[in-house]
Structures are given as structure tokens and as C-alpha cells.
């Protein structure tokens, strides 16, 4: 059985509606609450510190986000991922 525990520390895939964005969002998985997740995030921390005016910040930013405010998350598993289409499938 697969745990989104099980992916603390490594980088997963996030779709973020709050973002505003079509883009998945490669992320670092620093927690998991019952509630919802700790990520560490290049691209919020850019929109931070640009809405901040700055260009560094003293320490890196972990961002929560409540499960309800994810749409849908992957990691790669053992395997290939092929398009079944691209093979004519």
C-alpha cells in the first residue's frame, strides 16, 4: 500500500489550482499532516520573493497546503510509463 508519508523528503508532482497555472508543480514533500502537506517550492518561492521585491531571503520557505486545495498528486514507481497510443495500443 502506497503513503504519501512514504515520499518525505523526496520530489513528487502536485497540481495546485490556487496557483492559477495548467503547469504540475515538481515540489519537495518535507510532511504530511492529517490536514495536508508540507512542500518546499522553487516556483512559490519566486512569487514570494518577487511580490516581496527581494532577491534572497535568509532561509528557504515551506509552504503548507491543505489536501482540499491539491487536485491531484504522482510520483514514478518501478516501470516505464508509456503512451499506448504512441505505440498504436
Known sequence: ????????????????PALHTTDFQKVRLLGVEAGGVWIESQ???NIILKNAGIASAPKSLAFFYPYHE?????VGIGGPALNEKAFGV
Do not use: W
Not at 3 to 16: A, C, N, T
Not at 70 to 74: A, E, K, P, V, Y
Open 70 to 74: 491539491l487536485r491531484f498528486g504522482f
Open 1 to 16: 500500500m502506497m503513503q504519501l508519508s512514504d515520499y518525505i523528503g523526496q520530489e513528487i508532482v502536485l497540481f495546485i
Open 43 to 45: 516556483t512559490l518561492i
